[in-house]
Structure formats: structure tokens, C-alpha cells
């Protein structure tokens, strides 16, 4: 058996150089990694601490691992047999063990997850949940959305305190306070600026009624989300039109694919995407960790995908 052993980076371009050919291979089921990189090689100010960056190598990359605190560990796919999990996970385990820092939580394809969950709990003595079931979605041919009212446009400036009220909302709604952002303002700075992602309305009678961002390019792609209508403007086909015509925008832009993330709990997105041309491609998982009430934890809270992507 060759040597398994666990190389860390200092920054996002030498991860990249290093494991470009492999993470662009399944570039659907890396879109989020890729993102990640890109985003943090190009506008380092983004991320507030220092990134963990890694990658297992069996004298090529079998894994790749990115962490962008305060957010969850990030897992690509496994490019050895599912057999030897155990063994391109356990550097990594004992690397981030040996560091003593702290851990919200694991994203990664279902398999990883569940065994770095359950790794970590037994070693730090950590309480662990399943926060959510995602399934990555890829399109390159979208089909047209359900003709609907109104139109779709770049947000602007004068649209920020919409933006940040709806981005509120949906915190609210669908994330605990772990997963939250805290600065929306300088989120809303790179959305409204194009600065990596864009956000764009879809209009009715000249009021907004659902929100899409797109942005975090990959080789080849571009990834899509968040996906945002309010509750009163729900069921009409708004989230689907905006969608469609947002990633239309990026395919005749040059993208090759788009991709999304969705909430396997929510039937309705999953089957809204799928009608206008979205193929499911994999599931990912995020496993949650908090500490053992002894030791001062409030409780088990969902991970918080990475923000930087």
C-alpha cells in the first residue's frame, strides 16, 4: 500500500495548482470547493481568519479538505475505494485534532461526513447530528420556466435594504444562528458590486418579489443560491422564472453548466428545479458537532457552509 499522507497549504493557489486536475474531474460534486478556492485566491479579504487548506495525496490528491472559519470543514469526494475511508480520513482527523480548534461542523459526500462525524465525537467527546441532506443539481440545456408576470434584473444599490431585510428573513427562516452571516453588509457590498457573486429580482408592477444570486465560478461553471421569495409571494412561479433566467444569463455568458444546492426535506424546490432542467448529480450531507453540555455547549446547532464560496 502506498504512503497516505496528509499535505497542508498555506495558500489557495498552491491547493489549487495542486489539485486542479483532481477536483475539476467532478467538477458538479466540487462546485462548491472550487468556488471556495477561487473566491478566496482572488479576493482574500473575504475570509476573516485564515483558511485550513489540505489535501490527502497517495502519491497523487485522493482528497481534498478546505475550512473557512468560523465555518464547517469542507470534504471533496474520495479518489481511493470507499473501502479505505478510514485511511484518508485519519491524517486529516488527527491533523485538526492536533490544532485543538474548535469545530462547528462537516460537509462532504454522505459516506466522509458520517465517518468524520462519528470520529470526531468519539475523540473530542463532541455531541453530533445530522443537520441536513443536500443534493447537488447540474444543468447545461435549461428548459423555459412557466410563463409568469413581470421581469428580471441586475439589484442595485437602491435595493439594499430590501436585499438586507429578505436576507434576514431567510436566517431566520431556514438557518439556526450558527449558520448565520454576520456582516450582510459586506456581503451585500459583493453582490450589488458583482464583486464574485451577483444579486438579481424578479419584478412585478415594479416590485420585487424573489431573489437569486449567482457567482463562485468554477472551471467551467458557475453556482446558483441562494434562492429567495417571500412567503406572500410564494406559489406563483416567481423563485422558477428567476432561476431560469439567471442561469440562462450565465450559460450564454460562457458558463458550460450551472449548479445548485438543495434541501432533500423540500420536495417543491427539488421538483421546481428539476422542471426547467436541473439533473440531480449527488448528495452531500453536514453533520453538526457541539460540545458536551459540561463543558459549556448550549446544544447542537447546524453547520454553516462555507461563506466564502
Known sequence: ???????????PSALLNAAA??????????????GILGTLRDRPEVGPEPPFLAAVTEQSVVLVAVRT??????LSELGVSHERVADALTPLLDELLREGRELPGVLGPPLLAGWFAAAWSAATGSTTRLAMAERIYRVAELRAARPVPGRWRRAT???????QAWVLAFQAEA???SAR????????????????????LWEVDGQAVSLVVAGSPTPHGIRIGPVYTPPVARRRGYASALTAAVSQEQIDRGCRYCFLFTDLANPTSNQIYQSIGYEPVT????????????SG???????????YG
Open 175 to 177: 438557518l439556526p444562528a
Open 283 to 294: 448528495d452531500v450531507a453536514q453533520y453538526s458537532f457541539a460540545r458536551a453540555p459540561d
Open 157 to 163: 444599490d437602491g435595493d439594499r435594504q430590501l436585499l
Open 297 to 307: 455547549s448550549g446544544g447542537a446547532e447546524r453547520p454553516q457552509r462555507a461563506a
Open 181 to 200: 452571516v454576520s456582516n450582510i453588509e459586506a456581503m451585500l457590498d459583493r453582490w450589488i458590486q458583482g464583486a464574485g457573486r451577483t444579486a438579481y
Open 1 to 11: 500500500m502506498r504512503r497516505v499522507e496528509l499535505v497542508r497549504y498555506t495558500t
Open 69 to 74: 472559519p468560523p465555518s464547517s470543514l469542507v
Open 21 to 34: 486536475d483532481y477536483l475539476a474531474a467532478r467538477e458538479a460534486e466540487h462546485n462548491l470547493l472550487l
